[in-house]
């Protein structure tokens, strides 16, 4: 057992399936709530501003690592019994969520204060102004640095190995263990990740491009 | 419709007796700074006031204070009968009596004129698309612009975008009509067709409150010119009046000035 064969190659895909999915799942859950922390960083009262504002440098100021351990291990603590995933898919979510927040909270403070004041002349409520108005534009702008977030999320997904969760990195290296071809398994590790991440840079790299053509 | 005595239109019913706006004593602040000094106004229905006065004397606070834009301090607003607390409801209820064309138009750019001129009254009054529609197209024709409408505002010129902002103002049917510098964005060969728009709003009975230094326009559609400095109305008379007969000195420097750059 010491060639790179089909079982090997299913075995990294396994692994890919795993990155792939905890990249959606984190990347949906961050969105979700992420929007939810951008909303309440704009928000009018300023106890939801700051409570917002500390969510996001709390996880914008500690390492993922950390925020990985002790999530994993304050779950076992907490006597909550769940496997790998859960915790995994909790951690990232709860990164993403941070980030992409401040991404949005940026986006949306960067429009014109007249499109709030128009709004608000023609007496649209909050949620009209919010989702007719603001985010519609907000989004647009974050398009570039959303994306550009999603590649640093899906190759951030390695981090998960560290506490077992078999994703494509970890998976690499078990091969690589297995069959003793380091340099050949992380080549191609390497490879799928590049795959996947290439083509979303160069599309947020030329939606930015032609984002600065139109404002020119 | 030439009327043969008077170049002023101030003979258009002015019904002195209903109040459609109402300041007293109103006070703002901006931390420190008073931009508001104790102001007082009434407005009656179908009356068009020009305000003018120099630059950071007020003018805009006045009118944005109008529709909560800005919260004052201390004084009371009423509008069509309602008064306008800090409370969300009262604000509103004044809004959707108020509509607001700014100096830099603040159309909506990812939306089409249509959707611009719509959106309120699906949201706000909550009509069908159909029916909003209907009503958005109308008022884009009564300013001249409904070939535009499935357009972009990036799309129109600054005159034509001014003339939706009008527009998506009207469809919302406001009591009055609020004006902050409408025309000092455009081109020169833009203004007269948003001054003309607004003389037709003028005519058809539309109680107005406009900043502008258009002194044509002043004299032409105003009853009223209302001088403001350093936080308060201090001259307020006739165009006739003003114009010619000045009292205040302020109110003098100011007019040689501007007549002497228009
Ligand atoms: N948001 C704000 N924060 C602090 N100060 C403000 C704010 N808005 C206006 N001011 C100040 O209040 C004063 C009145 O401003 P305002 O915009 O009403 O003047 P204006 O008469 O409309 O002037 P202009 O002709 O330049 O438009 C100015 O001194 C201005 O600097
Ligand atoms: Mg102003």
């Known amino acids: 057992m010491d060639a790179f064969g089909l079982p090997e190659i299913f075995f990294l895909l396994q692994g890919l399936k795993w990155t792939v999915l905890l990249t959606i799942i984190s990347f949906i859950g961050g969105g979700v709530i992420g929007l939810l922390i951008a909303l309440a960083r704009v928000s009018s009262s300023s106890v939801i501003q700051r409570l917002a504002a500390a969510y996001i440098a709390l996880f914008q100021g500690t390492p993922l690592l950390m925020q990985l351990f002790i999530i994993y291990y304050g779950l076992a603590l907490l006597q909550f019994n769940v496997d790998a995933w859960i915790a995994v898919s909790f951690a990232y979510t709860a990164h993403a969520s941070?980030?992409?927040?401040?991404?949005?909270?940026?986006?949306?403070?960067?429009?014109?204060?007249?499109?709030?004041?128009?709004?608000?002349?023609?007496?649209?409520?909050?949620?009209?102004?919010?989702?007719?108005?603001?985010?519609?534009?907000a989004l647009k702008i974050s398009l570039p640095a959303t994306i550009g977030f999603a590649v640093q999320l899906t190759k951030g997904t390695s981090l998960a190995a560290i506490v077992g969760f078999i994703e494509l990195a970890?998976?690499?290296?078990?091969?690589?263990?297995?069959?003793?071809?380091?340099?050949?398994?992380?080549?191609?590790?390497?490879?799928?990740?590049?795959?996947?991440?290439?083509?979303?840079?160069?599309?947020?790299?030329?939606?930015e491009r032609r984002m600065s053509q139109n404002h020119a | 419709m030439q009327k043969t005595t008077s170049a002023n239109t101030a003979s258009m019913s002015v019904s002195e007796n209903e109040t459609l706006i109402e300041l007293k004593n109103i006070n703002k602040w901006f931390g420190g700074f008073h931009a508001l000094k104790d102001v007082s106004l009434k407005v009656s229905k179908g009356e068009r006031i020009v305000l003018c006065g120099p630059s950071g004397s007020g003018k805009s606070t006045l009118i944005r204070c109008i529709n909560h834009l800005e919260?004052?301090?201390?004084?009371?607003?009423?509008?069509?009968?309602?008064?306008?607390?800090?409370?969300?409801?009262?604000?509103?209820?004044?809004?959707?009596?108020?509509?607001?064309?700014?100096?830099s138009f603040n159309l909506f750019p990812h939306l089409k004129i249509i959707d611009n001129c719509s959106l309120a009254l699906r949201r706000v009054k909550r009509l069908q698309r159909e029916e909003a529609e209907v009503i958005a197209r109308r008022y884009l024709d009564r300013v001249h612009i409904l070939e535009q409408a499935d357009k972009y505002p990036a799309q129109l010129s600054g005159g034509q975008q001014q003339r939706v902002a009008i527009a998506r103002a009207l469809c919302m049917e406001p009591k009055v009509m609020l004006f902050d510098e409408p025309t000092s964005a455009l081109d020169p060969e833009m203004v007269k067709e948003v001054l003309d728009?607004?003389?037709g709003l003028a005519e058809d009975g539309m109680t107005m409150i406009c900043v502008t230094h258009e002194m044509g326009f002043a004299r032409k559609v105003a009853n009223r010119v209302?001088?403001?400095?350093?936080?308060?109305?201090?001259?307020?008379?006739?165009?006739?009046?003003?114009?010619?007969?000045?009292?205040?000195?302020?109110?003098?420097?100011?007019?040689?000035?501007?007549?002497?750059?228009?």
């Open chain 1, 98 to 137: 941070a980030f992409l927040g401040d991404i949005w909270r940026g986006t949306i403070q960067s429009l014109p204060r007249g499109q709030t004041e128009a709004s608000n002349a023609l007496s649209l409520g909050y949620v009209s102004r919010m989702r007719d108005i603001i985010l519609p534009q």
């Open chain 2, 197 to 199: 728009t607004m003389i």
């Open chain 2, 71 to 103: 919260a004052i301090k201390d004084g009371t607003i009423t509008v069509a009968g309602k008064e306008m607390k800090h409370d969300a409801k009262s604000i509103d209820s004044v809004r959707r009596e108020v509509g607001m064309v700014f100096q």
């Open chain 2, 226 to 262: 209302l001088f403001m400095a350093d936080g308060q109305i201090l001259e307020e008379s006739a165009p006739d009046e003003f114009f010619s007969n000045p009292k205040h000195e302020r109110t003098k420097a100011f007019l040689g000035e501007i007549l002497a750059h228009n």
């Open chain 1, 170 to 207: 970890r998976a690499g290296q078990i091969v690589s263990n297995l069959i003793f071809q380091p340099l050949l398994v992380f080549g191609i590790v390497g490879i799928i990740y590049f795959v996947i991440c290439w083509p979303m840079s160069i599309w947020g790299t030329r939606m």
